[in-house]
C-alpha cells in the first residue's frame, strides 16, 4: 500500500469490511436452525426407564425378588419408571 | 343334647391339635454325608456359587462393577444350575452396562432369558440395553415379547410405546401410552409421550389435551410446554406460542441444551 493515496487505501479497506461482513452474515443465516428443526430437537420422547437391580441367588420367582415384581408391576411407581420429566 | 355337645367339643378340640401339630417346625435334617468324589465335588462347586452370589451382589451394591463382573463370570464358568445361571447372567449384564459394556450386557440379558424364557426382568432391561445400543428392531421384538407375557405391566406398556415412538410407529405407541394411562392417569410423563404420538398422527388436538394435561400434573415440565407451544404455532397463535416458549426457557433452567432450544424458539417467532 506504499505509496497509494490514502484515501484509496482507506476505501479498499471499507470495501473489504463490508464484503467480510456480507459473507459472515450470509453464513449466519445458513447456520440458523429453523422452527422445523428447533421443533424436531425438543420434541423428544421422554428417556427409557431405569434399569432393574440385581437378583439373588435364590432366582427372580416368589414374592422377595422385586426386580421381577416391577418388571410385572401395573403402577408406574411399582415398575420404577422415570419419575421426574 | 349333652352328649351331642360333649362329642362335638371333644372333634373341636381334636381338629385344633392336629393344626397345632402341623404348625410345628420340623426336626432337623442331618447334613448329607457322603464320599463319593462327584458329589464332593458337586456341593463344594454349590457353596462357590452361593459365596460367590453373595460376594457379587455386595460388589454391585457398593458399585465395585469390576468386581461383580469377576464374580458372576466365575459362577458361570462353572455352569450353575437354573434359576443360579439365568440370575447370573441377568446380574453380569447389569455389571457389564454400568460400564457401559453394553454389547457385552445385551448378550447376557439374550442368555438369561433363553435359559428362563418368562424371565420378565432381563427382558425389561435388554429393552434398556438396546435402546442404549440403537438396536430398535431387537428392542421391539423383545417389548413386543413382555407385553403378551405382562399385558398390564407398566413397564412392559411404557418400554413399547417408547421403542414404537421413537421407530416411526406412531398408532402402537398410542394405545401403549393409552393403556399406561388407563391406570396412571396421574402419570405425567405418559401424557406427554401420547401426546407425541398424537402430533405424529396428525391429531393436534388430541395433542394439545394431553401435553395441558401433563403440564397440570408437572406444571414445570418444560418439554410438554415447548410441545404444547409447537402445537400453538401451527394454528397460528404466534402470541400463545412465545409464551410457553418463554415460560419453557425459565423452566428448564436445570437443562442448558434444552433452555437454549425453548430461547431460540421463542425468538424465531417474529415479535407483532
Redesign the interface.
Known sequence: MIGLPRHIVHRVLLAGLLALSAVGARVALANA???DV??S??????G??????????????GWE?R??L???????Q?????ER? | MNRRAVLALTLFIASSTVCARAQMYQTPQPVPRTTSAPALHAQAVARE??ER??IG?DA??RADWPRAVAEFERILSLAPA???G??AH??LA?AY?ALQRNDDAAVQLRAAIAL?PG???A???L???D??LGDLREARAVADR?VTL?P?????L??RG?VA??AGDAATAQADFER?LA??PS????H??LG?AE?KLGKNADAEREFES?LSL?PT????R??LG?IY?SEGRRSEARSAFDRAARDASGDLA?QN??L??RD??ATP
Open positions: 436452525p429453523s422452527l428447533l421443533s430437537q425438543a420434541l423428544a420422547p421422554s427409557p426407564a431405569p434399569l432393574l437391580g440385581p437378583i439373588t441367588a435364590v432366582g427372580r420367582k425378588c426386580p421381577e416391577a418388571a410385572a408391576d401395573a403402577g408406574w411399582g415398575a420404577q419408571l422415570p420429566p | 456359587v452361593r452370589f453373595a451382589l454391585e451394591g437354573e434359576p443360579q439365568s440370575t441377568y446380574d447389569i452396562a428362563d424371565f420378565l426382568a427382558m425389561a432391561n429393552i434398556a440395553v435402546a442404549r413382555f405382562a398390564d405391566s407398566a413397564r412392559a411404557y418400554s417408547l415412538l421413537t399406561l391406570r396412571n402419570y405425567a410423563i405418559a406427554y409421550n407425541l402430533v401433563a408437572a415440565y418444560a418439554r410438554a415447548i410441545a409447537t404455532l434444552l432450544v425453548a431460540a424458539m424465531a417467532i
